[in-house]
């Protein structure tokens, strides 16, 4: 990786795109430690303190870069712009008109990319009028709750158009990193704001574990610790790159005056089909009513309460309550249920066998038409549950130590490695793939 990163330097149009997303992330940072007028920025601080064992802000924390706890103009981050994409994609499948356009090409996605900018406003929008005016009184807006009706409305207006204009600048630097950096900028500005929380994590986890204790525990421990980070992150490298590939044949036939085809190919089928999309439904159809019962102040020793706390991943693997674990298998569900949703709505066995057909192309014993779409099913649903069982994998191992040690959850771990490692391979590729175009240039050239 660093001798990819070292080769890309010497080339001048590659370090310019390289120093431009660096310059870029600087900007970012910037804006998620610039306050917004008017607002207490400690009071979600204050209250993630009062929600000890509460994972339900946790998470849009990390994926906010510590923007959210701070209440900067990023506080919203890009979350509008991810979940405006989700929407967008999944609504491609519900709506013909929008599955048209996605086929036809540049023009079409360029729609697409435009009515995802116009949903991500208007969430940006809906998200920051419902903390400034669900907060509001409550400490989040300064003289709020003793001021006049107007002074309210100003600084609900001020609170509004700060993170709205927070998450469109954000969502328009990442479409600028992608036009004139290396891979995709959304991607990158999400996998800066998780990177940016990981020296808090290591504080946390030498407090907890290295600390106070003789020389020899702390041995023991940081190398258990490196041991298990390791472990983890070379499993979650594979789980991502890994891929069942379908040999594919044409037959030769005849056009114009000579013979074409005959030719071999490979249908690559990655293990993780639906990547970290079963993880993110799962985790924010579970945070809801987590979230709504943080608002509504739900007393925890009424049915609904429970139910609440079974539904807190806080309190899953809890040794002092296992029975709150019954959330923990729900969730689970939840991963493969989604990871084989995802899937079967971003791919189309049908569609596949059938433009394999049209140019001619088939597998190996299997008939083309119907036949090959029934053998890409079967060979799918069995993929489909392996990447899922090493999603679950990677997202139980945080949430049991969590609850065994009673250590708070760590932000490079589970989702967000996931995340992580899929973004940084992502990207190695896109320079690689740069640096390629570069030297065949040079060769067509000598």
């Given at each position: 990786m660093l001798q990819t990163i070292r080769n890309a330097f010497k080339v001048k149009d590659l370090r310019n795109r390289l120093i431009f997303v660096l310059l870029m992330l600087v900007v970012i940072r910037f804006g998620?430690?610039?306050?917004?007028?008017g607002v207490n920025p400690g009071y979600f601080g204050d209250l993630f303190k009062s929600m000890a064992g509460n994972d339900a802000f946790g998470w849009f924390n990390t994926m906010t870069g510590g923007s959210f706890e701070q209440l900067s103009i990023f506080a919203l981050s890009i979350t509008p712009y991810i979940t405006s994409s989700i929407i967008i994609q999944l609504l491609t499948v519900a709506i013909p008109a929008l599955e048209e356009m996605q086929k036809d090409g540049e023009e079409g996605r360029r729609k697409l990319t435009e009515y995802t900018r116009y949903v991500t406003i208007g969430l940006a929008l809906l998200e920051s009028t419902a903390m400034a005016v669900g907060f509001g009184g409550s400490g989040l807006l300064i003289g709020y709750a003793e001021g006049s009706v107007l002074r309210k409305i100003a600084g609900i207006v001020i609170c509004v158009v700060a993170m709205t204009a927070g998450s469109a600048l954000l969502m328009w630097i990442g479409e600028r990193m992608t036009d004139k950096g290396v891979g995709n900028g959304i991607s990158l500005v999400l996998l800066f704001n998780i990177l940016s929380s990981i020296p808090q994590d290591f504080i946390t986890l030498y407090e907890r574990f290295i600390m106070n204790h003789n020389v020899a525990t702390m041995v023991v421990a940081a190398i258990i610790i490196a041991t298990a980070i390791f472990c983890m992150v070379c499993f979650t490298v594979v789980l991502q790159d890994a891929e069942r590939r379908i040999?594919?044949?044409?037959?030769?036939?005849?056009?114009?005056r000579g013979m074409v085809g005959g030719q071999q190919s490979q249908i690559p089928l990655k293990v993780n089909t639906a990547n970290v999309m079963p993880v993110i439904?799962?985790?924010?159809?579970?945070?809801?009513?987590?979230?709504?019962?943080?608002?509504?102040?739900v007393n925890n020793g009424t049915i609904i309460g429970k139910i609440i706390m079974a539904l807190n991943s806080g309190s899953w693997m809890n040794p002092n309550a296992p029975i709150y674990s019954i959330g923990l298998v729900l969730y689970i569900a939840l991963l493969y249920f989604f990871a084989y949703f995802y899937t079967s709505i971003s791919f189309n066995p049908l569609e596949v066998a059938n433009n394999m057909k049209k140019q001619g192309g088939f597998i190996p014993g299997i008939r083309p038409g119907k036949p090959t779409s029934d053998y890409l099913n079967g060979i799918l649903h069995y993929i489909i549950f392996i990447g899922a069982t090493g999603l679950a994998i990677v997202a139980l191992v945080p949430i049991i130590i969590s609850g065994v040690f009673n250590v708070s959850r760590i932000s490079f771990s589970g989702t967000s490695l996931i995340i992580i490692v899929g973004v940084v391979l992502e990207t190695l590729k896109a320079i690689d793939s740069q640096m390629v175009i570069r030297n065949y240039k040079g060769f067509l050239d000598n």
């Open positions: 998620s430690n610039l306050p917004i007028p040999p594919v044949q044409y037959s030769r036939r005849v056009q114009g439904f799962a985790s924010s159809l579970m945070t809801m009513p987590v979230v709504l019962g943080q608002i509504l102040h």
